[in-house]
């Protein structure tokens, strides 16, 4: 049983198009996260969520949204992709915030071209 | 904003040998936590460490918080050690959870 599972691992994809990658965690946990990766492996929060409710919007571009339907899912869509979007993006959660934890997703492999 | 700062950027060991890794970060914290990321991508929560020491396996952490350093030891490592290792601590005092990473060690172990 995968903790935090997201999908798409990979994802090729052309400038302009829109796309999703979707995340559940079966942790029962409260808050969950979107972290990107670059090139160069630095990671950096982009969003998170606690009980379905926006926590932190890390300055990142309106084309990225993320959308929590419940507390086990967090999906982020992407409108209008640039090849700067190009990176790794992970799914986390932790039973709260910042004094637990965090477990991460496999990651989604974003390629744009 | 908060800094946090790995060393050394990259390592190289042979199997067996043992190895520190240093995490510093610039202001007070209350939490800490070391990564891994395997050579697939994998992250991989090794310790959550605010203070104090904390062993699981050939692996080890200690936290100086009054410091403001922590340190991963690895002993008698072996290739899958191999990898990024992260360390990262929340920003400010504010609960949100959001974590600042360092820049990573990358460690290389050879058979």
């Known amino acids: 049983d995968t903790a935090v599972s997201q999908t798409p691992k990979y994802l090729v994809t052309q400038m302009g198009n829109d796309k999703s990658i979707k995340c559940e965690q079966n942790?029962?946990?409260?808050?969950m996260y979107w972290y990107k990766q670059d090139s160069k492996k630095f990671l950096k929060i982009m969003f998170s969520?606690?009980?379905?409710?926006?926590?932190i919007n890390e300055t990142v571009p309106n084309r990225f949204s993320p959308k929590s339907p419940d507390k086990a899912h967090l999906n982020l869509h992407i409108n209008s992709l640039e090849l700067g979007d190009s990176a790794v993006y992970f799914c986390?959660?932790?039973?709260?915030?910042?004094?637990?934890?965090?477990?991460f997703g496999e990651g989604s492999w974003l390629t744009v071209v | 904003g908060i800094q946090v700062e790995q060393s050394p950027p990259d390592l190289i060991l042979q199997e067996g040998a043992n190895s520190t890794l240093r995490c510093n970060f610039s202001?007070?914290?209350?939490?800490l936590q070391w990564f891994h990321q395997n050579p697939w991508g994998q992250l991989i929560n090794l310790f959550y460490?605010?203070?104090g020491t904390k062993q699981n396996g050939r692996l080890s952490a200690t936290t100086v918080a009054t410091e403001r350093y922590s340190l991963l030891y690895i002993s008698s490592s072996q290739t899958t050690d191999s990898g990024v290792y992260f360390c990262?601590?929340?920003?400010?005092?504010?609960?949100?959870?959001?974590?600042?990473f360092g820049q990573g060690t990358t460690l290389q172990v050879k058979p």
């Open positions: 460490i605010p203070s």
């Open positions: 990262a601590v929340p920003r400010g005092s504010s609960n949100t959870g959001k974590l600042i």
């Open positions: 942790l029962g946990h409260d808050t």
């Open positions: 986390a959660s932790s039973q709260s915030r910042g004094r637990n934890t965090i477990y």
């Open positions: 969520y606690n009980n379905k409710e926006l926590i």
């Open positions: 202001d007070s914290v209350n939490n």
